[in-house]
């Protein structure tokens, strides 16, 4: 397949998917969120792989959606389109996405390293939701996935204002899992993902599901969902081969089976 806006590799049970509109500084137009979708979908079905990397460049992971794509648009043509319901789909992948995230990811960008399941990120990282600057507000989850990372006071502030967060802050409010220096960034998510697709896909994916859950459901509920579901991964393989694995100090094989 010839993609126009992204790059795709695999390596060792990993997808990385490489935002690439340099000119633009990877802003999401809809061919983009088109691609991404479409190597998603590649990758979900792809039994190799157990775990998907999005990254951009080193001094934009995303400046957004493509404002000049938008500017004309009118209420009738993204209402009836349903704007943005397509980059929703990237939220909606049961395999694990980790973000890489170096220099701008601002409004747009923001939000697609929102919809991952963790984010790494450079030391040169700005994260920012400055849609209030251009007379709107953020359109692909911001203002809901930034208030579950980092709380009221920061998301209100933060959107209300278009202030950049930079790398530590974003550590320290726990928008992401760990800070990198540029160099080592894409090699330590690399290495996280590989680490990730070693182990059983089936109880990765019901990690996912289950801490998933927590943001949609009530704590019973939710410890419900966990139990049930703990319960059932004793119907796989992967459950007697990690267990027996221990036992008998050796690595686990496991086949997602
Ligand atoms: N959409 C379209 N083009 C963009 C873009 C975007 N979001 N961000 C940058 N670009 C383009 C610029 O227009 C410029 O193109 P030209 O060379 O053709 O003029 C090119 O990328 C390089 O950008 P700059 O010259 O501005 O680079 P800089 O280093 O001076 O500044 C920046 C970098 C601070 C990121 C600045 O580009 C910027 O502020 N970008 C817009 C950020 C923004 O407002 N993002 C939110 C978009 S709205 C949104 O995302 C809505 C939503 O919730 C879904």
């Known amino acids: 397949m010839q993609w126009d806006t992204i790059l795709l590799e695999k390596r060792n049970g990993v997808g990385l998917i490489t935002l690439n509109r340099?000119?633009?500084?990877?802003?999401?137009?809809?061919?983009l969120i088109r691609e991404m979708n479409l190597a998603l979908d590649q990758l979900e079905q792809?039994?190799?792989?157990?775990c998907i990397v999005l990254t951009g460049s080193e001094k934009a992971?995303?400046?957004?959606?493509?404002?000049?794509?938008?500017?004309?648009?009118?209420?009738p043509n993204i209402y009836f389109d349903d704007f943005f319901t397509?980059?929703?789909?990237?939220?909606?992948?049961?395999?694990?996405?980790?973000?890489?995230?170096?220099?701008?990811a601002l409004g747009g960008g923001c939000e697609l390293a929102l919809m991952c399941d963790f984010?790494?990120?450079?030391?040169n990282a700005k994260f920012a939701l400055p849609e209030v600057t251009l007379g709107v507000l953020p359109g692909i989850g911001g203002t809901q996935r930034l208030t579950l990372a980092v709380g009221k006071a920061k998301a209100m502030?933060?959107?209300?204002?278009?202030?950049?967060?930079?790398?530590?802050?974003?550590?320290?409010?726990?928008?992401?899992?760990r800070v990198f220096s540029q160099q080592e960034l894409l090699e330590q998510t690399l290495?996280?993902?590989?680490?990730?697709?070693?182990?059983?896909?089936?109880?990765?994916?019901?990690?996912?599901?289950?801490?998933?859950?927590?943001?949609?459901?009530?704590?019973?509920?939710?410890?419900?969902?966990?139990?049930?579901?703990?319960?059932?991964i004793f119907a796989?393989?992967?459950?007697k081969e990690g267990m027996w694995a221990f036992i008998e100090k050796r690595p686990a094989k496991f086949t997602n089976q």
């Open 46 to 50: 792809d039994p190799e792989i157990g």
């Open 191 to 232: 290495q996280a993902a590989e680490k990730i697709a070693e182990k059983s896909l089936t109880a990765v994916m019901m990690i996912k599901e289950s801490i998933n859950r927590a943001f949609e459901v009530s704590l019973a509920e939710g410890l419900r969902f966990e139990r049930r579901t703990f319960h059932s």
């Open 86 to 104: 397509l980059a929703d789909r990237i939220a909606q992948r049961r395999k694990p996405l980790i973000a890489a995230v170096s220099g701008y």
């Open 61 to 75: 992971f995303a400046a957004g959606a493509d404002i000049k794509e938008m500017v004309e648009l009118n209420f």
């Open 22 to 31: 340099p000119k633009s500084l990877n802003a999401l137009n809809t061919q």
């Open 157 to 177: 502030e933060m959107c209300l204002t278009a202030r950049q967060m930079g790398a530590q802050e974003a550590e320290h409010s726990g928008l992401v899992a």
């Open 236 to 239: 796989t393989l992967d459950q």
């Open 119 to 123: 984010i790494y990120c450079a030391e």
